[in-house]
């Protein structure tokens, strides 16, 4: 059962969310941002977590706050689902095409938030997003996760396909990170303990 729900409630967001790392993939979304609504999608088919979202924010002022809390509450979710850490393969990485574009993420969920983030496509916006929200998200996933992070957009001048393929290859590393490894019967730490 790695499963979590959280609700979070401020003046300037309310967000709730429900996830299972054991799931196939199957989501509802609700943000109130498409393109973010559309990553979320992306994040939850590749990487078969199960995801329910329903946020809603101060669109009125930007989209930063929904932003932000979204990623607050998802690595909030994904820390609690993961409970010790036992058994979890820990380590994930994948080189992911899209069209021009080709990005590359690792992780590991062994305890310890960092993150490298460089994206090589310059464009500010797709339609209305600032895609520079895309950095302060997984800024605060990969903090309340506890996960150490590197995306790495290495090229692909189409904006949409470059953030899309960051998403998709976080999805896929989520995926490998998270599995139960059959051969793994404690934490997979050196330490004992995550």
Same mark, same amino acid.
């Given at each position: 059962? #790695?499963?979590?729900?959280?609700?979070?409630?401020?003046? *300037?967001?309310?967000?709730? !969310? %429900? &996830? /299972? $790392?054991? @799931?196939?993939?199957?989501?509802?979304?609700?943000?109130?941002?498409?393109?973010?609504?559309?990553?979320?999608?992306?994040?939850?088919?590749?990487?078969?977590?199960?995801?329910?979202?329903?946020?809603?924010?101060?669109?009125?002022?930007?989209?930063?706050?929904?932003?932000?809390?979204?990623?607050?509450?998802?690595?909030?979710?994904?820390?609690?689902?993961?409970?010790?850490?036992?058994?979890?393969? #820990?380590?994930?990485?994948?080189?992911?095409?899209?069209? *021009?574009?080709?990005?590359? !993420? %690792? &992780? /590991? $969920?062994? @305890?310890?938030?960092?993150?490298?983030?460089?994206?090589?496509?310059?464009?500010?916006?797709?339609?209305?997003?600032?895609?520079?929200?895309?950095?302060?998200?997984?800024?605060?996933?990969?903090?309340?996760?506890?996960?150490?992070?590197?995306?790495?957009?290495?090229?692909?001048?189409?904006?949409?396909?470059?953030?899309?393929?960051?998403?998709?290859?976080?999805?896929?590393?989520?995926?490998?990170?998270?599995?139960?490894?059959?051969?793994?019967?404690?934490?997979?730490?050196?330490?004992? !303990?995550?």
């Amino acid at each position: 059962m #790695r499963k979590a729900s959280l609700e979070r409630n401020t003046r *300037e967001t309310r967000i709730k !969310v %429900a &996830l /299972d $790392l054991d @799931g196939t993939g199957s989501n509802s979304i609700s943000t109130g941002i498409p393109f973010l609504d559309h990553m979320m999608e992306i994040f939850s088919r590749h990487s078969l977590i199960d995801l329910d979202i329903k946020a809603e924010g101060d669109l009125e002022v930007d989209d930063h706050h929904t932003v932000e809390d979204l990623g607050l509450v998802l690595g909030t979710c994904i820390d609690k689902a993961l409970g010790d850490r036992k058994g979890v393969r #820990r380590y994930g990485q994948m080189l992911l095409p899209m069209d *021009e574009s080709l990005s590359y !993420v %690792a &992780l /590991d $969920l062994g @305890g310890r938030p960092f993150m490298v983030y460089k994206v090589a496509n310059t464009r500010k916006k797709i339609k209305t997003f600032d895609v520079r929200l895309v950095e302060e998200f997984f800024r605060a996933l990969m903090t309340q996760a506890r996960m150490n992070l590197h995306i790495n957009h290495l090229y692909g001048d189409e904006p949409h396909h470059a953030y899309e393929s960051v998403f998709k290859a976080f999805a896929r590393a989520m995926r490998m990170a998270v599995e139960i490894d059959p051969r793994e019967s404690g934490v997979p730490s050196s330490k004992g !303990v995550i």
